[in-house]
């Protein structure tokens, strides 16, 4: 994928062509400052978000009858594409990547009543998050703790503590995953709330080593009130309905990755073909020439595994679990190789504190960790890897 091209859509894909551009010049306007600033001072940058609303992101992922105009993934992953390869901010890209996870999980499983409710806000300038994550753990999503108590023949009570979440401390609407009571052991169930509800608070913002304009922290539930209008998908059935949601968020990483790593690889190539060392310009050393190499397979191979993933996910095939966790991984390790190389290449200027460089890296290693780490998205792959090789021997 080159600076003007894009694998989310091919020449019979011409609408996807003019929406790519559309969030491209988007980005241009409005993501290319201020990101330092957000950076340092660990703000997000609400006045992007709302002008991101405004300008009908969301709208390719939510259906006609809600405010949006017809759910289109692959003309989303386009726009997010553009977007990405434009915006300075990773940290925003993160928050988009969450927000969107809410909104994919509504669309695809929720009650009309639930989408009538939640995606006009959702649209609208409103902030979403998803959360799994306790503090006994994070990656064994089946031991959460977050649990329904029965109150009333058809109400319970949500009880429980979620900690490392993107968005939370921002968020007007919650997807928690949590049990509900009776339906032990297949008990997981998706529950969507909205940040007045009695019983719901969201912490303060954790402050981290990057990703700093993308709000993360706790999410506290204190006797909730649920009620079936509450609960996402079918009870019981959380698991299934979070796997999906894992494989769009995780393929919506790799895409940032493909995007936003292209104009780093366009200031490595111009800074090695201006500067010289030993009579030479720097790119015709072939150890400058491995550091470069190295960044354009991260970004073309990321965007590569992506529109497998894309694909299969597009299809509602299981392989998109499979992609979605070779894409996370191999972008999230890469970038952060990637961001390594960039900072040797420029030296001194790559090290210092406030440069783009030394903040790529900040943000690259948090993709090690958000979204599932690496070693889950290692497990994943094997798992997967056996399945198809069991299928595929039993066929033969």
Same mark, same amino acid.
Request: hydrophobic letters at 40%; proline letters at 3%; charged letters at 20%.
């Given at each position: ?51 991101? #609303?405004? @300008? /009908?992101?969301? $709208?390719? %992922? &939510?259906?006609? *009858? ?6 289109? +993934? ?23 990547? #969450?927000? @969107? /996870?809410?909104? $994919?999980? %509504? &669309?695809?499983? *929720? ?6 409710? +939640? ?23 089946? #031991? ?253």
């Amino acid at each position: 994928m080159t600076q003007d091209t894009s694998l989310f859509y091919m020449d019979e894909y011409t609408p996807y062509i003019d929406i790519h551009g559309t969030y491209v010049q988007f980005a241009q306007q409005h993501l290319q400052t201020g990101a330092d600033q957000s950076d340092l001072y660990a703000r997000f940058p609400q006045e992007k978000w709302q002008a991101l #609303a405004d @300008a /009908g992101f969301w $709208q390719t %992922l &939510v259906p006609d *009858g809600f405010g949006g105009r017809g759910t289109d +993934y692959r003309a989303f992953f386009a726009s997010f594409e553009g977007l990405s390869s434009q915006c300075h901010d990773f940290g925003l890209l993160l928050s988009i990547i #969450a927000h @969107a /996870g809410l909104i $994919q999980v %509504l &669309v695809d499983h *929720g009650t009309f009543e639930q989408k009538q409710k +939640y995606l006009p806000l959702l649209m609208g300038g409103g902030v979403g998050s998803t959360a799994a994550t306790e503090p006994q753990g994070g990656s064994h999503i089946s #031991a959460v703790k977050t649990r329904a108590a029965q109150s009333g023949d058809a109400t319970y009570l949500l009880s429980g503590e979620k900690c490392y979440i993107t968005n939370a401390p921002i968020a007007d609407v919650m997807l928690i995953v949590g049990r509900l009571a009776g339906l032990e052991p297949r008990d997981i169930t998706l529950f969507v709330v909205g940040r007045d509800q009695a019983g719901v608070r969201r912490g303060n913002q954790d402050d981290l080593l990057g990703q700093r304009s993308s709000p993360t922290g706790p999410i506290y539930l204190d006797g909730v009130e649920i009620t079936p209008a509450h609960i996402v998908g079918q009870p019981g059935e959380g698991l299934e309905t979070l796997y999906n949601f894992l494989a769009f968020d995780r393929l919506m990483y790799a895409i940032a990755v493909s995007g936003y790593l292209k104009p780093f690889i366009g200031d490595a190539i111009a800074y090695a073909q201006d500067r010289t060392a030993f009579g030479q310009p720097l790119i015709s050393h072939g150890f400058i020439q491995d550091k470069i190499v190295q960044m354009v397979m991260t970004q073309e191979i990321s965007a590569s595994l992506a529109e497998q993933a894309a694909t299969h996910f597009c299809d509602r095939s299981m392989r998109a679990q499979y992609y979605a966790s070779m894409a996370k991984l191999y972008c999230a390790e890469n970038l952060v190789t990637s961001a390594l190389e960039l900072i040797q290449l420029f030296g001194h200027k790559g090290y210092q504190k406030g440069s783009r460089y030394e903040r790529l890296l900040r943000d690259a290693v948090a993709l090690r960790i958000a979204g599932g780490t690496s070693e889950m998205q290692k497990k994943n792959v094997v798992k997967f890897a056996a399945m198809f090789h069991r299928q595929s021997a039993g066929s033969a």
